[in-house]
């Protein structure tokens, strides 16, 4: 019964699409355990690229089943226009699952989301305005919709005005804004019922039944560690736990099930959004990550924070996670540099710290300290294995290895499908 959980290292986007899909082939089911369509996920299958948002990356390999599972927050608008745009394309979407337990992103959660960071001003979290923070709230509150609610209009219209109760008090006291209807909510929700009808599932045994009769599951978290609301760098983080045991309370799978967790790590550091960065550059080099690496949002377009590769961060997920591999991607990004600077340690307040700080305000202050590692200029995009590589590029993969606390199983060097060299295989 493999259980395996393929999660973001550092703060998103690390490649996890790619990793999901790279997998796809080999795995019965693909499982979006939390988040919802803040996520941005490119996959490349030949000369067709998919930006996934909401469906899981297993969605395009046509032996997989999709899910997704009670923890994700889903915007049904978003799902119907992905799955229509998937099936424009020619791919089969009918495999798909969502639970029915999974709460909906309801039109005034997207508007809360909006006003919320516009009236924080200069202290907003530059969130992707999907959403998901005001509807993780209603979850927690105890006021949220789910999916399941779409099928009982009474508990539906009770659920809704319980939820807009409060909210309409904010909304045109606090915010200047209108109320927001009862009764056209409820109406514009219950148009999706019929349409995700076909889908909706009790995941969560379909999910505990395909692992007793050995089937391979893969767990595929959004966002990264980092962006964790437990374990990331909060305030500036997501409202969800992409981290390992998000899979379990996101899935409804035990610990005991799980038997590797894959990290995918970035050969490189990139964030978007506010919040503290320590390797981030505000230089050319800083530029050509961005540039050579096309360091865009997939959600938003905002242009990626760059900064080099950051130990630390590793380290740190390696034990947040428990991960037992590594996949690390974009190592194509950093040929032609001649010498790479990775982060090994921060100075805090002239003191050198060798794992992340829990404090804020340490982490605010944390200065990188850079080892510099020699870099290699032959193009490794072809490289098929690991003795491929470059000896420069050799060194820099065992180096991060070392300094990161668990094995690098696999290495990106394109965003193709076959550009990556495996090194111990996954399932
Ligand atoms: P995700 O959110 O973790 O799935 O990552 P994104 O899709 O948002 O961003 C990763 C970007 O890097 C995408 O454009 C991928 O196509 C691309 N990518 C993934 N792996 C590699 C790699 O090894 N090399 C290169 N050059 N690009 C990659
Ligand atoms: P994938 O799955 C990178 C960031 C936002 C913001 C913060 C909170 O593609 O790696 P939210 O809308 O979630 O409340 O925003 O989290 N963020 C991401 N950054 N990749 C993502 O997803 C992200 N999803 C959210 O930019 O800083
Ligand atoms: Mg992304």
């Not at 099936?87 to 039109?107: F, Q, W, Y």
């Not at 939820?163 to 056209?184: E, G, P, S």
Request: aromatic content about 8%.
């Amino acid at each position: 019964m493999p259980a395996l959980v393929l999660l973001g290292a550092q703060w998103g986007d690390e490649g996890k699409g790619k990793a999901t899909d790279l997998l796809g082939g080999s795995v019965d089911y693909v499982v979006r355990y939390q988040g919802g369509n803040n996520a941005g996920h490119t996959v490349v299958v030949g000369d067709q690229k998919y930006a996934l948002h909401l469906l899981p990356s297993g969605i395009l390999s046509p032996g997989c089943t999709p899910v997704i599972g009670n923890g994700v927050v889903v915007d049904p608008s978003v799902l119907l226009s992905e799955l229509s745009g998937l099936n424009e394309r020619g791919v089969d979407t009918s495999k798909l699952l969502i639970s029915g337990n999974a709460h909906i992103i309801t039109p005034y959660n997207v508007t809360v989301d909006k006003v919320t960071e516009r009236f924080l001003g200069k202290r907003k979290i530059g969130t992707t305005g999907r959403g998901i923070g005001p509807t993780y709230a209603d979850k927690i509150n105890r006021v949220g919709i789910r999916v399941q609610d779409l099928y009982d209009e009474s508990i539906l219209t009770q659920k809704v005005e319980a939820a807009l109760d409060v909210k309409n008090q904010i909304l045109t006291k606090l915010y200047n804004r209108r109320a927001i209807a009862v009764d056209q909510v409820v109406e514009e929700l219950l148009v999706y019922a019929d349409k995700l009808a076909p889908y909706v599932a009790d995941t969560v045994l379909v999910l505990n039944q395909a692992l007793e009769d050995d089937k391979v599951v893969l767990f595929e978290g959004g966002q990264g560690t980092l962006l964790d609301i437990d374990h990331g760098t909060y305030p500036f983080v997501t409202s969800s736990n992409p981290t390992a045991g998000g899979a379990c309370t996101g899935a409804g799978v035990g610990p005991t099930k799980i038997s590797r967790v894959i990290g995918i790590l970035k050969a490189y550091t990139t964030r978007v959004g506010a919040g503290p960065f320590p390797t981030e550059l505000f230089d050319e080099d800083g530029e050509a990550l961005r540039r050579i690496g096309g360091e865009k949002g997939v959600t938003t377009g905002r242009d990626r924070r760059c900064g080099w590769f950051d130990a630390v961060i590793a380290r740190y997920a390696t034990r947040v996670n428990g991960l037992t591999d590594f996949f690390l991607t974009k190592l194509d990004v950093l040929t032609g540099w001649e010498q790479i600077p990775v982060c090994v340690a921060y100075e805090i307040d002239g003191k050198r710290v060798e794992e992340l700080p829990y404090s804020q305000t340490d982490f605010h202050h944390a200065k990188p300290v850079y080892e510099m590692l020699p870099g290699w200029s032959e193009d490794i995009s072809k490289a098929k294995t690991f003795a491929d590589l470059p000896k420069n590029a050799q060194d820099y993969v065992k180096a991060l290895e070392e300094m990161s606390g668990a094995p690098i199983s696999a290495i990106g060097v394109g965003p193709g499908r076959d550009e990556t060299i495996e090194i111990n295989s996954f399932i």
